[in-house]
């Protein structure tokens, strides 16, 4: 049995999170789902209208003796846009906001910490926007939303904004792609 830890991320729609964190080595699943609102079981129409708190999350679990949680934040800050508030690209509103769930003080002081590097670096015009917040309860999205982009790749959203993503990763951390066999 491997070593486990979890970490939940939104950027945007949880599509382009979960195809880029399937490609990395060391992740063992990813699933999409909702985090941060006050609306208990939400399903994805309630989420869409902005008024039930949620983001649209991944729930990444790894081995971290293979991929540490830095670097599963490194690839986040690195495939989605932290400065934008309430969106990403075409997609608008609170639940695509840039968002951290941490499950421990540890990954909280890991995350904080790379934002504060982030920023001194001065790689986007504006500051950092991501939130970082204690986990609550993660709610499972719908099961279609699962390996979406997998089974989907010629969608219209998925061959648009989707794939570019996950070749930047490709490009971006291929020393951190999962092998092929």
Same mark, same amino acid.
């Given at each position: 049995?491997?070593?486990?830890?979890?970490?939940? %991320? @939104?950027?945007?729609?949880?599509?382009?999170?979960?195809?880029?964190?399937?490609?990395?080595?060391?992740? %063992?699943?990813?699933?999409?789902?909702?985090?941060?609102?006050?609306?208990?079981?939400?399903?994805?129409?309630?989420?869409?209208? @902005?008024?039930?708190?949620?983001?649209?999350?991944?729930?990444?679990?790894?081995?971290?003796?293979?991929?540490?949680?830095?670097?599963?934040?490194?690839?986040?800050?690195?495939?989605?846009?932290?400065?934008?508030?309430?969106?990403?690209?075409?997609?608008?509103?609170?639940?695509?906001?840039?968002?951290?769930?941490?499950?421990?003080?540890?990954?909280?002081?890991?995350?904080?910490?790379?934002?504060? &590097? %982030?920023?001194? &670096?001065?790689?986007?015009?504006?500051?950092?926007?991501?939130?970082?917040?204690?986990?609550?309860?993660?709610?499972?999205?719908?099961?279609?939303?699962?390996?979406?982009?997998?089974?989907?790749?010629?969608?219209?959203?998925?061959?648009?904004?989707?794939?570019?993503?996950?070749?930047?990763?490709?490009?971006?951390?291929?020393?951190?792609?999962?092998?092929?066999?």
């Amino acid at each position: 049995m491997t070593n486990q830890e979890i970490a939940t %991320l @939104g950027g945007g729609c949880f599509w382009c999170l979960e195809a880029v964190y399937d490609e990395m080595q060391g992740v %063992l699943s990813v699933e999409s789902g909702y985090m941060g609102g006050h609306v208990a079981n939400p399903d994805y129409r309630s989420v869409c209208t @902005g008024t039930t708190g949620h983001v649209e999350v991944v729930q990444v679990t790894f081995d971290p003796a293979i991929t540490t949680y830095r670097e599963i934040l490194e690839v986040f800050f690195a495939i989605h846009d932290p400065t934008s508030v309430d969106c990403q690209g075409n997609d608008h509103g609170p639940q695509y906001r840039s968002a951290i769930y941490y499950h421990s003080q540890q990954q909280r002081e890991i995350a904080t910490n790379l934002i504060a &590097e %982030l920023n001194a &670096e001065g790689i986007w015009r504006s500051p950092i926007v991501t939130e970082v917040r204690p986990a609550v309860p993660f709610y499972m999205a719908e099961d279609y939303h699962q390996e979406y982009f997998r089974n989907n790749p010629r969608q219209p959203y998925c061959a648009y904004v989707v794939a570019p993503k996950v070749k930047k990763f490709r490009e971006k951390f291929v020393a951190k792609m999962r092998s092929v066999t």
